[in-house]
Structure formats: C-alpha cells, structure tokens
C-alpha cells in the first residue's frame, strides 16, 4: 500500500527559496525549523532576494 502524504504542512526556505515539508523527525520542533538543509542553515547570512 502506498502511503499517502497529500496533507503535510510546507514551509519555503529563507536561503534557497525551495519548499520544504514536514518530516517526522521534526515533529516536536516544526515551529522552529526554518531551513530545508544542513547547508542552508550553515548559509543563512547569504539570504538570496
């Protein structure tokens, strides 16, 4: 059976500017996750606009 992830909260990444999803090993701490990756998160002083 394949799961079915149509319903699950996005955000888009201040540095990279890709959408991101929700992942399991963020549950506890979704509200404070901003950026889609390690290396964005190591690169959030060269926000692109």
């Known amino acids: 059976m394949a799961h079915k992830k149509l319903h699950l909260a996005s955000k888009v990444c201040p540095v990279c500017g890709l959408s991101f999803v929700w992942r399991k090993k963020w549950e506890r701490k979704w509200e404070a996750i901003k950026y889609c990756s390690e290396k964005c998160r190591r690169n959030k002083n ?4």
Do not use: A, G, L
Not at 46 to 49: F, G, I
């Open 46 to 49: 060269s926000v692109h606009e």
